[in-house]
Nanobody, 116 residues
């Protein structure tokens, strides 16, 4: 059974940094895309950043220049989201997502809270 293990959330002051990680546990076939989404209270879940098989990345405009998504060189099933210059509006539950050919997996979510 495939599970996504997320870690790294927490409470940080505005301007601070956090790093989220997501690791795939279990057997998974042919990952197409890995990435992070977030959902703030009362809002819809939105894309934060994704990385494709060739390493190409895609970022939401709101995080460009502040967040960096990378993949572990040794393990293609682990990704990291480095978040810098955090703002209170970045406060949300962050979810890891993995897309394979036929399937779509979500992590349980990790809370990121940025205080002003």
């Amino acid at each position: 059974q495939v599970q996504l293990v997320e870690s790294g959330g927490g409470l940080v002051q505005a301007g601070g940094s956090l790093r989220l990680s997501c690791a795939v546990s279990g057997s998974i076939f042919s990952i197409n895309t890995m990435g992070w989404y977030r959902q703030a209270p009362g809002k819809q879940r939105e894309l934060v950043a994704t990385i494709g098989t060739a390493g190409s990345t895609n970022y939401a405009d709101s995080v460009k220049g502040r967040f960096t998504l990378s993949r572990d060189n040794a393990k293609n099933t682990v990704v990291y989201l480095q978040m810098s210059s955090l703002k209170p509006e970045d406060t949300a539950v962050y979810y890891c997502r993995v897309i394979t050919g036929p399937a779509n997996y979500w992590g349980q979510g990790t809370q990121v809270t940025v205080s002003s």
